[in-house]
């Protein structure tokens, strides 16, 4: 099992940025993928960003070529660069990591509210 914990979030206006960042522990040599979460108010959670083991990234189409995922060789830390925020980027932002190559997450951290104003 791998413990996660989200850090960064904050109150932001329209256009800045904010830089996330997830500590891991625990079982991190297993850990295959690790993504980055965010969950609106009366929305469902979506992914927003993943990075595989071998570095390949994926992102939301809402948030390519805004935001940036990257993640420490050791796989404790990894981090979600927000640029170019707007309101709608307002969400609850989760990480979570996966020991399997697809499926579902197996652990998530508590989360980071970043709030962006207009």
């Known amino acids: 099992q791998v413990q996660l914990v989200e850090s960064g979030g904050g109150l932001v206006q329209a256009g800045g940025s904010l830089r996330l960042s997830c500590a891991a522990s625990g079982s991190i040599f297993r850990i295959n993928r690790m993504a980055w979460y965010r969950q609106a108010p009366g929305r469902q959670r979506e992914l927003v960003a993943a990075i595989f083991s071998g570095g390949r990234t994926y992102y939301a189409d809402s948030v390519k070529g805004r935001f940036t995922i990257s993640r420490s060789e050791a796989k404790d830390m990894m981090y979600l660069q927000l640029n170019s925020l707007k309101p709608e980027d307002t969400a609850v932002y989760y990480c979570?990591?996966?020991?399997?190559?697809?499926?579902?997450?197996?652990?998530w951290g508590q989360g980071t509210q970043v709030t962006v104003s207009s």
């Open positions: 979570a990591t996966s020991m399997s190559f697809a499926g579902q997450y197996d652990d």
